[in-house]
């Protein structure tokens, strides 16, 4: 926000891209964060009044809304008190209009959701969500990309608030006129503005009253309860993979294909990393993604490209250990399939369906750019071999049961920031090094058969480790 020279139209990109954020994240988890099927059958019979039921909700509701606010405010809050010179005043005002807009935004979407939820199923309305936010991310990420390359930052930089009154049809614009207003620069059209976000703000109020109720928690659990219409369902075409037929193997993918249509957060898990890689590939054209490192060695590059392909497999396959119904882990400790052989099967199949599905989009655009086809399906192959040791080795230190992990947010966000620091370091070795071992043909022969014979030894030794560790482990569900 402090790259442009109207504080309005900053402010405004603010509290447009918090509700847009908000209300996304909340049509994906709606049964999550506001209101469980489950509420109204263990608090129905007790002794809790809806007025209880009401606060309990709505100070879950704000505590969850408010650290995304903070988590978006904090910085260009920060811009406008001290490089716009608002002050403390500017501060408090670019987090509260930013935490009011938030609020609202979610008001807004508990009445729709308690809508479309009394015509669509609530889980195929989840799933649609699902997709919506997929989409709304992908969308995010192109337009961030154009900005920052494309334009360079020159789009809006000339352009001013007042140039485009068409902007106040936007509701978000009414909370962002709270930052003019504290900086002393507002107008009597940002004086309205922000009279009608504070109107706006208070008749959330009632709403929210009546949909965070027991009575609502019972129409939800009713509905959550009822039959979904059934759908004909093709066979899985993973289960013919050579590798997935039989055994614990096919044990995995089943099961990874039964949590990825009925959990939630797993699909959000996996489709969410789609337009990441999009992102990751867009960067990685300016590094030098597309030069043939074989052809011309000096000028390739592309060290985004390469943390996408470390980064994903090993997100994914942390992915796979994680997951609220926990509980039913109880079938690996009952039954005689072997324990090393489901985790073994878990990094296989992140192997084969993750990576190697990124790898074979990546090969397929690097020969239509490489003057060989045969330099990009060698390259290719040569970066899935290093992504899949540091996938072993990932295994190796922390080995798990699939799907047997109740999910906790401190530990899954160390996880993801200890993943970005290593992805992000192996990819930068990686695009360094591997145009050396590209500058003879002996070089890159010995490289590969290196790797591979350090990938046998790493599997047996993973075997072993599994073993040893799973056999330790007890069902604590």
Known sequence: GSAMPDPMLAATLLTTYGAISTAMLLLVDFTGVVISPTDYGVLGHRPVSSRTYFAARLTSVLVYISAISLSLALLPAGAFALRRGFGVSGFVAGILSVLLCNASATVLV????????SVVHPRRLRRAMTYLQLASAMTFYGAYYLMTTGFQGTALTGVRFDEMRWLWLNPASWFAALVPLAGGVGTRHEWIAATAAVVVAAACVPVAAGRLSLEYAATIGELTASAEPVRRRRPWRWLSVPGFRRDEARAVALLVGA??????????????????????????LRQGALIDPISDPERSGGAFTYM????????????????DSFRAAWIFFATPASAARLVVAAKNFATVFFLGGYLLVLAAIWSFTYERVWHAVLHAFVVGLLAHVLLQLAVILRPGLPFSMQPRQGEHTGRMFVLFLVGGIAAAVISEFIPIIYTHASWTAVFVGAVLAVTAVIEYALRQRVTEAVGELEYVG
Do not use: C, N, W
């Open 110 to 117: 508990i009445f729709l959701y308690a809508k479309l939820a």
């Open 259 to 284: 949590q990825f249509r009925y959990d939630q957060k797993f699909r959000l898990a996996i489709l969410g990393l789609l337009p990441l890689m999009a992102f990751y590939l867009l960067l990685g």
């Open 308 to 323: 996408a392909v470390i980064f994903i497999p090993m997100t994914l396959h942390a992915s796979l250990e994680y997951s």
